[in-house]
């Protein structure tokens, strides 16, 4: 018998961050397309707002966020379940190597690349697994840091889709494994698979094209003034005088 889900996530807290002035034009995008490459300078709140939007957007859907390294994947779960006063491990968990802190019913999970690839892989499951059967959205996050696994795994979510997404009665297998792909996605009522490609910094027009011209949204971001002071007089250690001047503007911009 399967467990039914956590109770859904509220809205994610209002910030001022610079992804918050595109939510709407963001939700707009996945309402039309099923594939959306997302670029904003770091900083702007991609890992830790999308991820909410699109849950406010499919109430019950199902969310993987790829992290390149696992630090980033539980220290990020960690943060965006203390901003909703959850526990980590519910509605938002994480799934690294040796550590997988989420359940089947968790809403919003944070896994490296090489976790999500290793589910789309395993052995008897792995014509469900290469569906991503188990994920309605994949957000691959950071995508400019692109690995042997990076690349496979846009592969592998492209060849999903175009197995999920196309209608029943227009669907033509091209080989024996689409067709017995398709068997799975009947049988088992998948649904449709969007994905969300993020960065800071990506080649937009290439992977755009990789996913059938599939469009581009770019959030600007949010700039600082830098103020630049010189030393009246050449220091011995500029090691220490560097802490020094760091603890003497923490003290004096302390609020």
């Not at 707009?28 to 490459?37: G, K, N």
């Not at 909410?52 to 790829?66: C, G, P, W």
């Not at 949010?222 to 250690?237: C, I």
């Amino acid at each position: 018998m399967s467990l039914p889900p956590y109770p859904p996530l509220p809205s994610i807290p209002p910030s001022n961050l610079p992804i918050s002035g595109s939510k709407s034009l963001l939700l707009t995008h996945l309402l039309s397309t099923p594939t959306l490459i997302l670029t904003s300078s770091t900083g702007s709140g991609k890992t830790t707002t999308v991820p909410f939007y699109v849950n406010e957007l499919y109430k019950d859907a199902r969310i993987a966020v790829t992290q390149p390294r696992r630090v980033a994947a539980t220290s990020v779960a960690r943060y965006t379940a203390g901003l909703f006063g959850r526990k980590v491990g519910e509605e938002i968990g994480y799934n690294v190597r040796f550590d997988r802190c989420c359940t089947p019913r968790t809403r919003v999970v944070y896994m490296t690349d090489g976790m999500i690839l290793r589910e789309a892989t395993s052995g008897s499951t792995s014509t469900y697994g290469r569906l991503f059967g188990g994920y309605d959205v994949v957000i691959v996050d950071e995508a400019h840091e692109r690995s042997v696994g990076t690349d496979v795994l846009l592969g592998l979510l492209k060849e999903a889709q175009r197995v999920r997404n196309r209608d029943f009665k227009k669907f033509e297998p091209r080989d024996e494994e689409e067709r017995r792909m398709r068997k799975v996605v009947k049988k088992r009522g998948i649904g449709k698979l969007t994905v969300i490609v993020m960065s800071a910094t990506i080649a937009t027009t290439s992977f755009s094209a990789f996913f059938n011209d599939c469009p581009v949204l770019s959030v600007p971001g949010r700039s600082h003034a830098v103020q630049v002071l010189y030393t009246k007089e050449p220091v011995e250690d500029y090691v220490r005088a560097t802490v020094e001047a760091v603890v003497k503007l923490h003290e004096s911009t302390r609020e």
